[in-house]
């Protein structure tokens, strides 16, 4: 679902089927996008408790100089 739909083209996240619901794992550009992802699941399966550990990952420029030794 999260990989076909155009908006979302998601592949990086995994869902897995526990006992008390669904857990997404993976990791996202950003928090808007780990939130759409999240109420697409809950919108397809309304009735199953969702737990998200879906990490958000830096896509900006770094803002300091790495210095090495």
């Known amino acids: 679902m999260l990989t076909e739909d155009p908006d979302v083209a ?3 996240i ?3 089927r526990k006992e008390r619901g669904l857990v997404l794992y993976g ?3 950003s928090p808007h ?3 759409e992802i999240l109420r697409r699941v809950a919108e ?3 009735d199953v408790p969702i737990t ?3 990490g ?3 896509t900006q420029a770094p803002t300091q ?3 090495l030794p």
């Open 10 to 12: 998601e592949q990086g």
């Open 14 to 16: 995994t869902v897995l």
């Open 27 to 29: 990791e996202v550009e």
């Open 33 to 35: 996008r780990r939130e």
């Open 44 to 46: 397809r399966f309304p």
């Open 52 to 54: 998200s550990d879906i």
């Open 56 to 58: 958000v990952i830096r």
């Open 65 to 67: 100089v790495e210095e």
